[in-house]
């Protein structure tokens, strides 16, 4: 019998990758986000229901993991590709951006995760941080600020929660080709120095992420709780020699 899992995001580029895989795999896969076009369309593609939600509304966030626990009894696997990319200097960014930033990508993280613990009796939850949380990037100090609080909250919590034999991880990424990177990959200037960037010599792929996520809800990852696994084609641990 295949797994529950909830998606939040999964109208995104990550998000219908992974949803699609997890389908393949022959787990049940609920389909959550704001945009409900999105989520309908790919509901169609794999056959998988979807619900609109507000990741940000812990009352919302409440109401449809319970109703996801009442109709199929459980939840193995819970993830949230909630988030933005904000790119700014610090002197030209306002309190109320940085407050969205902070609203979309940590505030999302902690109403998911403490109502996924309500309905989960054990399982994997996996967040999407960035590798911007892990080194320094220049105009990145919002995001990066939103980010690191993620692998906070998600280190602390894989604590708290390892003798319930729930296991919280998070995945962070590089420049990844999708529609919310759409204003940099579709600049060819910004582009090419973004993949000049990474040692791998490209930029990544919904694929690239979506596979650590998929490992990271699979048994074959069973032994792993509270760790931030980079998927940036090298960007964040290795320094190329300049020539």
């Not at 919002?142 to 690191?148: M, N, T, V």
Request: charged letters at 20%; a neutral charge; aromatic letters at 6%.
């Amino acid at each position: 019998m295949g797994k529950i899992h909830a998606v939040f995001g999964a109208g995104g580029g990550i998000g219908s990758v992974l949803s699609k895989r997890l389908t393949e795999n022959g787990d049940k896969v609920y389909l959550l986000g704001r945009k409900e076009d999105r989520l309908r369309d790919l509901s169609d593609q794999i056959s998988q229901p979807y619900m609109t939600v507000d990741a940000t509304d812990e009352g919302q966030v409440s109401k449809v993991l319970g109703k996801i626990s009442e109709n199929e009894g459980r939840l193995d696997g819970v993830v949230s590709l909630v988030g933005s990319i904000f790119l700014k200097p610090l002197e030209l960014t306002t309190i109320s951006e940085f407050e969205e930033v902070m609203r979309i990508n940590i505030f999302s993280s902690f109403c998911i995760l403490k109502q996924s613990l309500k309905f989960m009796e054990s399982g994997s939850i996996v967040f999407s941080s960035s590798t911007a949380a892990l080194i320094g990037l220049k105009n990145h100090e919002s995001i990066s600020a939103a980010k690191a609080a993620v692998i906070g909250l998600v280190r602390s919590a894989a604590a708290s929660y390892a003798s319930k034999k729930i296991r919280i991880n998070a995945v962070a990424p590089g420049l990844i080709k999708t529609p919310l990177s759409e204003s940099i990959t579709s600049n060819p200037a910004a582009l090419k120095a973004s993949t000049s960037f990474h040692p791998l010599g490209r930029i990544g792929t919904p694929e690239d992420v979506a596979g650590a996520i998929f490992w990271l809800l699979s048994e074959q990852s069973d032994f792993v709780t509270g760790e931030v696994i980079p998927v940036d084609g090298g960007l964040s641990s290795i320094k190329l020699r300049e020539t």
